[in-house]
């Protein structure tokens, strides 16, 4: 379907209005928006036939008018879904579906009628008069015959899903990216079949592909195993699986979106026994550790900590916790979702699909008498509010925010309605992390430091910080890592206590970014430190700084 002509070049060649009209049509358009064709026959300028005919002459497309066969309902669309996009199939052969609508726009809904008729479609404009004529005899049909045939389409994709070479392939597929200690799974849809990707220490790459002819079938039993929907393809999905490989248990959070080739998935593997949730054992300095935990040992307030998706927030928030759970504490968690079970610790999940919010969730659990709280994100004014009012009330309150440093999550709290008096008396800490490719131990080599990289970089200045001997490294690879130099992932972090000394800079502006001048370590700063003491390369630093 392309486009010839504007439709007002149509219209204006054809001698249907004038260019005033246009002209009026448009300034209606520019304050009030809606559809150029639609205010011209508001206007009473055009007929709807006119408009039907520019339209087909614009999109290339035919008139249901000049179509030779009567209309008859198709049964083999979902008609709700039909009756929803007011597009309805009104012939077909053994290659070809034939569609009537009035929006020849409907890009989205006819290339899902496309891949669920199999068939190419072509595209006949109607006139509302004609296409509620059709929509009364979609109506009027009963449903019995159509959900028969939508439960034999859904027993056939059960079908394809339990057989067993596909079972063994999507298990071939786990076993691989659980050996490799893969983070996620990419199956993403394109027009020829599916690839397949592992993101691995964070760097996607692609291992596998699906031919055409299986790509149903795998689709249906990813979506079997993650218990989603087997027969929804038009809406985003999200699901959960566990599983064990080599005897170690495998959570995997599933979600599905569709896609114009078909559903793509990305599975997020949370191995259950690979996780270190011990402060100690994260990855970060002594200083940093031992700031933490001062932090952690407040007895109310805010401790946020910032960052992109996939750098880890969760991870040190749940290190958090275990550091602090004890038999005399309530600890509560509001997740979305909750990626792994800890023991001794109420979590709650919450569900939008239901209306039930992070905030609903917290309005309810502050009458559970808690000591500490962990918010899986706060997303919203609402949900900062409660945050804010539950460190007031005596709570420590653990969360996350998305923003780039750590100082930003003031801004942020302040642009999304929290008053500064309020962020003054209730936060007690802000940190900031990046997750970096660690040195894979076995084949790493040793450098010397370039004095130009050492003055570009500033490393003269961390030299006399560094309480382990120097030894910076570069990656070299080795089968051990599978020759890649780098085996698995440590933070890169910085960490300010919200005391007099920042409360004096935000007094003067709620922009102030500097921690170092404060005397504290930033992102790029602790990332240089960890190339000096060669547990990174410098390129990784300056990947993620």
Request: charged share 25%; with cysteine.
């Amino acid at each position: 379907m392309g486009v010839n002509q504007t439709l007002e070049d149509i219209l204006l060649d054809n001698g249907t209005c004038s260019s005033e009209d246009i002209a009026q049509a448009n300034s209606i358009l520019e304050e009030y928006g809606g559809n150029l064709g639609n205010i011209l026959l508001n206007l009473g300028v055009i007929s709807e036939d006119t408009l039907i005919g520019a339209l087909a002459k614009q999109y290339d497309l035919g008139l249901l008018k000049e179509f030779d066969n009567k209309p008859k309902h198709i049964s083999t669309i979902p008609k709700g879904f039909l009756l929803k996009h007011n597009i309805f199939p009104i012939y077909e052969d053994e290659k070809e579906l034939v569609l009537a609508l009035h929006n020849p726009l409907q890009l989205g809904a006819i290339s899902t009628i496309s891949q669920l008729a199999k068939k190419r479609t072509k595209i006949l404009i109607a006139s509302n008069e004609e296409l509620n004529d059709i929509r009364d005899m979609y109506e009027e049909d009963s449903d019995d015959e159509r959900e028969e045939i939508f439960e034999d389409e859904i027993d056939k994709l059960k079908e394809l899903a339990s057989e067993a070479p596909v079972i063994k392939l999507i298990n071939n597929i786990f076993t691989k990216a659980s050996q490799r200690f893969v983070s996620d799974i990419h199956f993403e849809s394109f027009a020829k079949g599916m690839k397949i990707r592992y993101r691995l220490d964070g760097i996607l790459k692609t291992v596998d592909t699906i031919p055409q002819m299986l790509k149903q079938a795998v689709t249906a039993r990813l979506k079997l195993i993650s218990k989603m929907n087997i027969a929804e393809s038009r809406l985003p999905q999200d699901g959960r699986i566990t599983i064990k490989v080599a005897g170690e248990d495998i959570d995997i959070r599933a979600s599905s979106v569709p896609t114009a080739f078909g559903e793509s998935f990305v599975l997020r593997l949370l191995s259950k026994d690979n996780i270190s949730l011990e402060i100690d054992k994260l990855g970060l300095h002594q200083d940093n550790i031992t700031l933490l935990k001062s932090l952690l040992a407040k007895p109310n307030g805010i401790l946020l900590t910032t960052g992109p998706t996939g750098s880890g927030k969760t991870s040190t928030l749940y290190a958090c916790l275990n550091y602090i759970n004890s038999d005399a504490t309530k600890i509560i968690t509001v997740e979305d979702p909750v990626e792994y079970q800890l023991e001794g610790i109420s979590q709650i999940q919450v569900k939008e699909s239901i209306d039930y919010t992070f905030a609903k969730a917290l309005r309810s659990i502050l009458r559970q008498d808690p000591d500490t709280i962990m918010i899986g994100e706060i997303r919203d004014g609402e949900t900062a509010q409660i945050a804010v009012q539950s460190a007031l009330t005596g709570h420590l309150v653990l969360s996350t925010l998305h923003t780039n440093s750590a100082l930003g999550a003031i801004s942020r709290l302040s642009d999304i309605g929290i008053e500064y008096y309020l962020l003054k008396s209730s936060i007690v800490g802000l940190m900031a992390q990046r997750l970096v490719r660690k040195l894979c131990d076995n084949c790493k080599q040793p450098i010397e430091l370039d004095e130009n990289i050492v003055i570009a970089y500033g490393l003269d200045k961390l030299l006399d910080k560094i309480g382990t001997p120097l030894n910076p490294c570069k990656e070299v690879g080795c089968e051990e890592c599978q020759y890649r130099g780098y085996k698995g992932r440590l933070p890169v972090i910085e960490i300010v206590p919200f005391d007099d000394k920042l409360m004096a800079q935000f007094d003067k502006s709620l922009d102030f970014k500097d921690i170092k001048s404060l005397g504290y370590r930033d992102l790029k700063d602790d990332g240089l430190l960890k190339f000096l003491e060669g547990k990174t390369s410098l390129d990784e630093v300056l990947r993620i700084s």
